[in-house]
């Protein structure tokens, strides 16, 4: 299937996952396919009809997607199972890319793995710097130990899109 317009959304805090976002969506807009890049907040769910496949991301806080994330994907589940859905986490652990540390970002998704069929999922390293962060989240990554850096890997996130767009938007 060749589509006519995929919708890249994502949540974001800090703008990390916009990054990944953009670099996704620019990655399939230079071969030669539409796409919209949009926060999932200012999604009109009227318009998802307009859309041949999906990529949803969001990043990790305290071993969950954003809640504007997870609550896209439960209430447009019905037009998301129609269409191929591509997923990408994003979090600061993921920069080493242990056993433990995937199974961790696996179970963030498990939720809505559920009822939702999930064609591929990424996982890529975020950025964070705790200056930046307003007063409850510092708390919040500091009691958790998160730790802080940025550890932004686009060439892997521009090969995973070029991998999916291989695999599925190809004529049948
Ligand atoms: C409050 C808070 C909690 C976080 N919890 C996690 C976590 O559980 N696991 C992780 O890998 N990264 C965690 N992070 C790091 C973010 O996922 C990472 O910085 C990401 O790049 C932020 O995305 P954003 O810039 O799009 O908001 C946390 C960050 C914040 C601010």
Redesign the pocket.
Known sequence: MIPGKVLVAYA???????DIAEAVSKTIREMGIETDCMDINSINPENLSDYDAFFVGS?????KWLPEAKEFMQFRRDILNKKPVFIFT?????KDKTEHILKK?EFAIYEFSEYIKIDEKGFFP???TVSD?NES?SQ??RL?G?GEGDFTDTVSVIIWTKDIADKYFVDE
Do not use: F, M, Q
Not at 12 to 18: A, C, F, L, M, N
């Open positions: 974001t805090r800090y703008g990390s996952t916009k990043p990790l806080h305290l071993g994003c979090g600061i652990t993921i970002a975020g950025k964070l962060l989240d919040i990554v958790a998160v």
